[in-house]
């Protein structure tokens, strides 16, 4: 089972910005595609955007020109750099292993945009 670990939430003024960090386990990290997931109070889970082994990137239309997905292979280390940040922003943000099977979650990471 692959372990992800995220960190860099917390809170922030709207207009703010925060970069999410999630942290792999696995030797084949770059063979992974990777997603992020936000679950505001009371709601369901939703998805926030998806970064390909080859880097292809697709994101929810509430995000599109605001947060940029990115990873470094290297460090086995998905990002999620958030800007222009918005009260309806507020939520825990997980990352997952989507492929290959099985899929495997974080603990998620809070983020608070507030004033």
């Known amino acids: 089972q692959v372990q992800l670990v995220e960190s860099g939430g917390g809170l922030v003024q709207p207009g703010g910005s925060l970069r999410l960090s999630c942290a792999a386990s696995g030797s084949i990290f770059s063979t992974y595609y990777m997603g992020w997931y936000r679950q505001a109070p009371g709601k369901q889970r939703e998805l926030v955007g998806t970064i390909s082994s080859g880097g292809s990137i697709n994101y929810v239309d509430s995000v599109k020109g605001r947060f940029t997905i990115s990873r470094d292979n290297a460090k086995n280390t998905v990002y999620l750099q958030m800007n222009s940040l918005k009260p309806e922003d507020t939520a825990v943000y997980y990352c997952?292993?989507?492929?290959?099977?099985?899929?495997?979650w974080g603990q998620g990471t809070q983020v608070t945009v507030s004033s």
């Open positions: 997952s292993k989507i492929l290959p099977s099985p899929r495997s």
